[in-house]
């Protein structure tokens, strides 16, 4: 018997895969780097605002953490809605109605007139900023060939390390000169350009073929996903280091404002040009990846993250700016390696795996992120750095046992 006489008919017909190198991909890349940008961008420009909230609505720093936590909260619990809904609507009007309802979303902040407003309007932009994330690398997953998978994921996280630096560092600056308002109108208006580009830039999914049973594929996707001993691991990794990433810039602000720094808050907000090495690391560990495998890099980057927060407690600058330095480039490093992970490994419903890696992801940037901000109210940054080094102490046992996980076979 020939191979091809067993082979099932759908995947004789099935499109082939876009490689890289190809037109095709790089309008895929082009996309996913104006998509990444404007979702960064948008959720985390108000994270270099949170002194200045706190003090404009007499707030302490975990309550001011809020205006980040409530985006990401909502965020977690759309993406599995915007998973289920991206099976029936297609990925792309999906990703498009995403960005664009965010982004108004973002305007409408500059409008609000008390925290109370604001936290709504965060909320609804969280949630409608669900269906980027949730679909983007299932969508890759679907088009684009195994072997540059690794490459198209690390220049898509690399969009959101450029949206997250230039969110962070653009509304620092325009809220020091004109108002956290006006900061908000900005990046909104920038956030409806980006999703016109990445509308008219993506291709129609070629290989995507929509679920009869929307709620039905979702149900069947959490239940395959979470009994996957491999996949589960990942998305406790997940949980953990976005946790971790977003405590730190969360709080760095408030220890370079205060003693022994005293920064303004737009000296502050250049923390965030730290990202270019995010934007470098996930480009340059996706092809670190393609040639070695995810198994023998995804522990040594998660050391490099650990090595780099112990040296942020230092009070030098010239110490502690290059410990965030690592840290930020072992945070974007690992996240790529496992995003990528888990579009490779999952052999169906790639969009709900996707989505619950994110669900992870988010949830631990509101439970770890809010919680970091107790933390530092009562035991500064030696607490914040023991809480975080211990949970990406879990984390790298986790990511050393995952090196023994067993392959899943494609079928």
Same mark, same amino acid.
């Given at each position: 018997?020939?191979?091809?006489?067993?082979?099932?008919?759908?995947?004789?017909?099935?499109?082939?895969?876009?490689?890289?190198?190809?037109?095709?991909?790089?309008?895929?890349?082009?996309?996913?780097?104006?998509?990444?940008?404007?979702?960064?961008?948008?959720?985390?420009?108000?994270?270099?605002?949170?002194?200045?909230?706190?003090?404009?609505?007499?707030?302490?720093?975990?309550?001011?953490?809020?205006?980040?936590?409530?985006?990401?909260?909502?965020?977690?619990?759309?993406?599995?809605?915007?998973?289920?809904?991206?099976?029936?609507?297609?990925?792309?009007?999906?990703?498009?109605a995403a960005l664009a309802l965010a982004a108004i979303a973002t305007v409408l902040c500059a409008l609000t007139q008390d925290f109370s407003q604001l936290l709504?309007?965060?909320?609804?932009? @969280?949630?409608?900023? @669900?269906?980027?994330?949730?679909?983007?690398?299932?969508?890759?997953?679907?088009?684009?060939?195994?072997?540059?998978? @690794?490459?198209?994921?690390?220049? $898509?996280?690399?969009?959101?390390?450029?949206?997250?630096?230039?969110?962070?560092?653009?509304?620092?600056?325009?809220?020091?000169?004109?108002?956290?308002?006006?900061?908000?109108?900005?990046?909104?208006?920038?956030?409806?350009?980006?999703?016109?580009?990445?509308?008219?830039?993506?291709?129609?999914?070629?290989?995507?073929?929509?679920?009869?049973?929307?709620?039905?594929?979702?149900?069947?996707?959490?239940?395959?996903?979470?009994?996957?001993?491999?996949?589960?691991?990942?998305?406790?990794?997940?949980?953990?280091?976005? @946790?971790?990433?977003?405590?730190?810039?969360?709080?760095?602000?408030?220890?370079?404002?205060?003693?022994?720094f005293g920064f303004s808050q737009s000296t502050a907000g250049t923390i965030a040009l730290l990202y270019v090495l995010g934007m470098g690391s996930s480009v340059?560990?996706?092809?670190?990846?393609?040639?070695?495998?995810?198994?023998?890099?995804?522990?040594?980057?998660?050391?490099?993250?650990?090595?780099?927060?112990?040296?942020?407690?230092?009070?030098?600058?010239?110490?502690?700016?290059?410990?965030?330095?690592?840290?930020?480039?072992?945070?974007?490093?690992?996240?790529?390696?496992?995003?990528?992970?888990?579009?490779?490994?999952?052999?169906?419903?790639?969009?709900?795996?996707?989505?619950? $890696?994110?669900?992870f992801y988010y949830l631990g940037s509101s439970l770890i992120g809010s919680f970091t901000g107790v933390v530092w109210a009562s035991h500064g940054w030696a607490?914040?750095?023991?809480?975080?080094?211990?949970?990406?102490?879990?984390?790298?046992?986790?990511?050393?046992?995952?090196?023994?996980?067993?392959?899943?076979?494609?079928?």
């Amino acid at each position: 018997m020939t191979i091809a006489s067993i082979t099932p008919p759908q995947q004789i017909n099935q499109p082939a895969r876009i490689v890289a190198g190809t037109p095709a991909f790089r309008h895929i890349t082009r996309a996913m780097i104006f998509g990444g940008f404007s979702t960064f961008s948008l959720l985390y420009s108000m994270q270099p605002l949170m002194p200045s909230l706190a003090l404009q609505f007499a707030l302490s720093p975990a309550q001011s953490s809020w205006v980040l936590s409530i985006s990401t909260l909502s965020l977690a619990f759309s993406l599995l809605i915007s998973s289920a809904i991206s099976e029936r609507i297609g990925r792309k009007p999906m990703m498009v109605a995403a960005l664009a309802l965010a982004a108004i979303a973002t305007v409408l902040c500059a409008l609000t007139q008390d925290f109370s407003q604001l936290l709504l309007l965060r909320g609804l932009l @969280g949630f409608a900023l @669900g269906g980027m994330p949730a679909v983007a690398v299932a969508y890759m997953g679907e088009e684009i060939e195994a072997a540059a998978m @690794g490459t198209a994921v690390g220049l $898509y996280i690399a969009g959101s390390a450029m949206g997250g630096m230039i969110g962070r560092l653009l509304s620092a600056l325009l809220s020091d000169h004109f108002g956290w308002r006006t900061a908000m109108a900005v990046i909104g208006v920038a956030g409806i350009y980006a999703a016109w580009e990445f509308w008219r830039s993506l291709p129609l999914a070629r290989n995507f073929k929509p679920a009869a049973r929307v709620w039905g594929s979702l149900h069947q996707g959490l239940r395959l996903h979470l009994s996957d001993g491999g996949l589960c691991m990942l998305f406790c990794l997940a949980f953990m280091l976005t @946790g971790c990433f977003v405590s730190v810039y969360n709080y760095i602000g408030y220890r370079l404002q205060g003693t022994p720094f005293g920064f303004s808050q737009s000296t502050a907000g250049t923390i965030a040009l730290l990202y270019v090495l995010g934007m470098g690391s996930s480009v340059w560990v996706g092809r670190l990846v393609d040639r070695i495998g995810r198994r023998g890099v995804l522990w040594i980057v998660l050391l490099v993250m650990m090595a780099g927060l112990l040296l942020s407690l230092s009070n030098s600058l010239y110490i502690m700016v290059p410990g965030v330095a690592l840290f930020t480039f072992g945070f974007f490093a690992s996240h790529s390696v496992a995003s990528s992970w888990v579009a490779r490994r999952a052999q169906a419903y790639k969009a709900v795996a996707s989505a619950i $890696y994110l669900c992870f992801y988010y949830l631990g940037s509101s439970l770890i992120g809010s919680f970091t901000g107790v933390v530092w109210a009562s035991h500064g940054w030696a607490g914040v750095v023991m809480l975080l080094g211990g949970i990406l102490s879990v984390g790298l046992a986790i990511t050393l046992r995952l090196r023994t996980l067993i392959p899943v076979v494609a079928v």
